[in-house]
């Protein structure tokens, strides 16, 4: 019945195999990245229910998860702590919901950054078949962690990793949320004591690494998942490393501008002649210097926390990718165990056991084999249990992938048409402030050279008449001479 069983699921792979589109692709050839993206977008096909139902569900419910949601959460009202020994920020986490797993309708904690770590750590070890957001990084190069812009910064983006996981199916109803929502300050600090230590967390890290290298009939669906995220992430990369470098050039600009307008004011106060003019010069640099600042700060605070999130969400999907290949292996490594051992109990039906061990020893043959027949049934009953229920798991980790990969890139549409929309109204505001800078000594000049050519043309109509007096006075010498010949 076993054999059977592992008969029809081979003939049922290879089915879906015959039927699944993305043989096309990959059979002929082709890296069209745009291919690519439709058929990871494609919406995910549950080809079992045996697997755990919230998870299931999670990828059934894309449609209607703006329609249900019941949990809202607030991250803001940062406070800064200082005390002797240590000073460190804290943010307010204000929960609002209908659920009756909550005993409260609203909650409002205050939580430092290293419980948000812990939270997710929490969600990664228990949730390992879906996607859990990034957080923010714990430092940054151009930032004091202490300092306001980089709290504001920091403040928003544990505001929308909190949004993320309130606006998962299935994630937002862990426990360990829960507790991360609604516990006082010690009770949350006895829950993080109880924590697993950093050994294991390497040890299943190193697992989840090296199980890609031992698969052997990956779907060629992931493949196509992981290709594309190490593309994304490596495009990901360069922007951002275009962008702080683009940043740096424009705060150098910036710098300059600053120190380039006092030099026409100084030029100004020596020329008295030209001192509207320069000091208008002076004006407008100043102006420009202001605007370059004001834009390299909202690249600063905007767009690159949201370049550098999207490189963090990308370790996390190939994270979970690691994990849903390391559920495969598995399962492969079960199945491969159980054909062994089933070729093994027919090779003891057929075998002599006259020269076994246990013959020697002076036991009976027959009872021999039967002794090994029953302990090799055991085993084939063990495994076979064993291989159901990676089977399971195998299914419910495709499904949660599959539907947590469409979210995501629901999600990565919106935020990438945000952030560069973001990126282009800062840059048109920023030069239009230039551009009206420079347009306003266009017009004092326009007005110093109409103030130039009215002053010109009044001396010229104000030594007009003494030229004709003269030349009046010329004639009457020439006839007093003229007078003297005759």
Request: with cysteine; aromatic share 8%.
């Amino acid at each position: 019945m076993s054999a059977n069983m592992a008969d029809e699921t081979q003939k049922t792979d290879s089915r879906d195999v015959e039927e699944d589109p993305l043989q096309n692709p990959l059979s002929s050839g082709t890296d069209d990245e745009e291919d690519i993206i439709a058929v990871i977008r494609a919406p995910a096909k549950v080809s079992s229910t045996e697997g755990r139902p919230s998870a299931i569900m999670g990828s059934m419910k894309l449609e209607e998860e703006p329609d249900v949601k019941d949990l809202f959460i607030t991250v803001d009202d940062f406070q800064k702590h200082v005390f002797t020994i240590d000073t460190y920020i804290t943010y307010r986490v204000f929960t609002r919901t209908t659920r009756s797993a909550f005993d409260e309708p609203e909650y409002s904690v205050r939580r430092r950054y290293q419980d948000f770590l812990w939270l997710r750590q929490k969600l990664l070890e228990t949730e390992e078949t879906h996607i859990i957001p990034p957080l923010p990084e714990k430092h940054s190069m151009r930032m004091d962690r202490l300092s306001k812009d980089f709290t504001i910064t920091r403040q928003a983006a544990l505001h929308k990793f909190m949004q993320r996981i309130s606006e998962h199916p299935v994630v937002s109803f862990n426990e360990y949320l829960k507790v991360f929502l609604t516990a006082k300050a010690w009770e949350l600090t006895s829950h993080r004591k109880a924590s697993s230590g950093i050994v294991s967390r390497i040890g299943s890290t190193i697992k989840t690494t090296t199980s890609a290298l031992m698969l052997k009939n990956r779907s060629p669906e992931f493949t196509m998942m992981t290709e594309y995220i190490n593309t994304f992430a490596e495009k990901m990369s360069s922007v951002d490393r275009i962008s702080q470098r683009i940043l740096k050039e424009q705060m150098d600009l910036g710098a300059e501008y600053e120190s380039y307008g006092p030099t026409y004011r100084l030029w100004g106060n020596s020329e008295v002649e030209l001192a509207d003019t320069l000091g208008s010069l002076g004006d407008c640099l100043d102006k420009c210097a202001k605007s370059v600042k004001d834009m390299t700060l909202s690249i600063e605070t905007n767009f690159l926390p949201a370049a550098k999130e999207y490189m963090l969400y990308s370790d996390a999907v190939k994270g979970t990718l690691r994990k849903r290949d390391y559920i495969q292996m598995e399962y492969e490594l079960a199945c491969e165990e159980l054909t062994r051992k089933k070729n093994e109990r027919e090779q003891v039906k057929i075998s002599d056991q006259n020269y076994s061990l246990g013959a020697i020893m002076g036991k009976d043959p027959s009872d021999v084999k039967e002794a090994k027949s029953t302990k090799l049934e055991s085993q084939i009953d063990k495994l076979q249990k064993q291989v159901d229920f990676l089977s399971d798991k195998s299914e419910v980790a495709n499904a949660d992938m599959k539907a947590d990969m469409e979210r995501w890139h629901r999600n990565k549409r919106k935020d990438v048409k945000e952030m560069f929309t973001g990126l282009a109204a800062g840059q048109v505001e920023s030069y239009k402030q230039c551009l009206d800078a420079w347009e306003e000594v266009i017009e004092v000049l326009k007005s110093e050279k109409r103030h130039s050519d009215d002053v010109g043309n009044s001396l010229f109509q104000t030594s007009e008449p003494s030229v004709h007096a003269a030349g009046g006075g010329d004639s009457q010498l020439n006839g007093r001479e003229e007078d003297e010949k005759e």
